[in-house]
C-alpha cells in the first residue's frame, strides 16, 4: 500500500522557519507532481504548495505565498517544503501526497500518512 511519510514537524514561535520532507514508504518519489497539504484543528484539509517535476512549476496557496518553498531532491527521493515567517495560522498537521489537489490524491490514495504537525505558538 502505497504511503507517503512526513516529518519536520515541531513547535515554532511566530516568525521561526521549519523544514518538511517528504517520501514515500515505496522509496521513490517518481511522480510528476508532488503536493503538500495541511490540516488545521477543527478544519478541512487544503493545499499549500506543490511542484511538477516535469516542468520545474509549482504552485502556492495564497496564505503561504512568499514565505514557504516546495523543492525536491530527485537522487534523495525527497520532496520538502521549507517554511518562513511562520504564523500562528500556520499551525497544522501537514502531510505530502502525489498530486496538486486533495481531490486528486483522494482518487487514488486510500490512506493519506501520519503527517507532521507543525505548531506555532509563543
Known amino acids: 500500500q502505497l504511503q507517503f511519510v512526513e516529518s519536520g514537524g515541531g513547535l515554532v514561535q511566530p516568525g521561526g522557519s521549519l523544514r518538511l520532507s517528504c517520501a514515500a514508504s515505496?522509496?521513490?518519489?517518481?511522480?510528476?507532481?508532488i503536493g503538500w497539504f495541511r490540516q488545521p484543528p477543527g478544519k478541512e484539509l487544503k493545499e499549500v504548495s506543490c511542484v511538477s517535476s516535469i516542468t520545474g512549476g509549482t504552485y502556492y496557496a495564497d496564505s503561504v505565498k512568499g514565505r514557504f518553498t516546495i523543492s525536491r531532491d530527485n537522487a534523495k527521493n525527497t520532496v520538502y517544503l521549507q517554511m518562513n515567517s511562520l504564523k500562528f495560522e500556520d499551525t497544522a498537521v501537514y502531510y505530502c501526497?502525489?498530486?496538486?489537489?486533495?481531490?486528486?490524491?483522494?482518487?487514488?490514495?486510500?490512506?493519506w500518512g501520519q503527517g507532521t504537525l507543525v505548531t506555532v505558538s509563543s
Open positions: 515505496s522509496g521513490t518519489l517518481d511522480y510528476d507532481t
Open positions: 501526497a502525489a498530486g496538486c489537489t486533495v481531490l486528486a490524491v483522494r482518487k487514488y490514495l486510500e490512506r
